[in-house]
């Protein structure tokens, strides 16, 4: 799976929408682009996927570049519930079983 | 049910004990995961199940780990002669299916401490 590349850390202040990139200039056409979340002391939760086309869900947005290199995930108003590690991972299609490859992820903090 | 649990929240254990950790999936799902996060890190894959049957066990660390699923239902991840190393958190997890574009619930994870 290709590897991605994510900030450390970023603040966000709630209310206001929180942009996280993601590099992953090494994808393969027949790669996803998942993105995950971690609170504290909880098991990873789904947030969006995506192969080529923006998608868009209940929890939040994810813009993936024409070329597939990076993408963005945007939480349109962030709540201090979202402060949380949020994981970018790159997946491959067909023989990969599913299975998911964690980097070190982005530590959001939301302040009030 | 309404997710995945895992049983025992908290393991202590001495080295060179071998200990078992469970992971109730949700019910139906076929597919089921156990990954390993240490701490600070982002987690590890171990082990993946179809139905009862592994077809990949690529993340598992050594011989001292094991796994299996009986009944497309219950897994359980057994590791032997504990080294410290072993100390993390294990977290299972379960899929309608094992493909891409299939989300995956996770539990809430057992955190083992071999002392």
């Known amino acids: 799976d290709a590897k991605t590349t994510q900030p450390p850390s970023m603040d966000c202040a709630e209310g206001r929408a929180a942009n996280l990139p993601c590099n992953h200039s090494t994808i393969s056409g027949n790669e996803y682009v998942y993105w995950y979340r971690q609170i504290h002391s909880q098991g990873p939760q789904y947030i969006i996927h995506g192969l080529k086309n923006n998608e868009t869900n209940e929890m939040a947005s994810l813009i993936i570049t024409e070329d597939r290199k990076s993408s963005t995930l945007i939480l349109p108003h962030a709540t201090l519930r979202d402060t949380a590690v949020y994981y970018c991972?790159?997946?491959?299609?067909?023989?990969?079983?599913?299975?998911?490859?964690f980097g070190a992820g982005t530590q959001v903090v939301v302040t009030p | 049910g309404a997710g995945v649990s895992q049983s025992p929240s908290n393991k202590v254990t001495e080295k060179g004990k071998d200990v078992e950790l469970r992971c109730d999936p949700i019910?139906?799902?076929?597919?089921l995961y156990w990954y390993r996060q240490r701490l600070g890190q982002g987690l590890e894959f171990l082990i993946y199940?179809?139905?009862?049957?592994?077809?990949?066990k690529s993340g598992l660390p050594s011989d001292r780990f094991s796994a299996e699923r009986t009944g497309e239902s219950v897994s359980t991840l057994t590791i032997q002669r504990t080294q410290q190393e072993d100390s993390a958190v294990y977290l299972c997890?379960?899929?309608?299916?094992?493909?891409?574009?299939?989300?995956?619930?996770f539990g809430p994870g057992t955190r083992l401490t071999v002392l």
């Open positions: 199940f179809q139905g009862n049957s592994a077809p990949d």
């Open positions: 019910s139906g799902h076929t597919a």
């Open positions: 997890a379960s899929s309608d299916l094992g493909i891409v574009g299939v989300e995956q619930f």
């Open positions: 991972i790159v997946r491959v299609g067909l023989g990969s079983w599913g299975k998911l490859q």
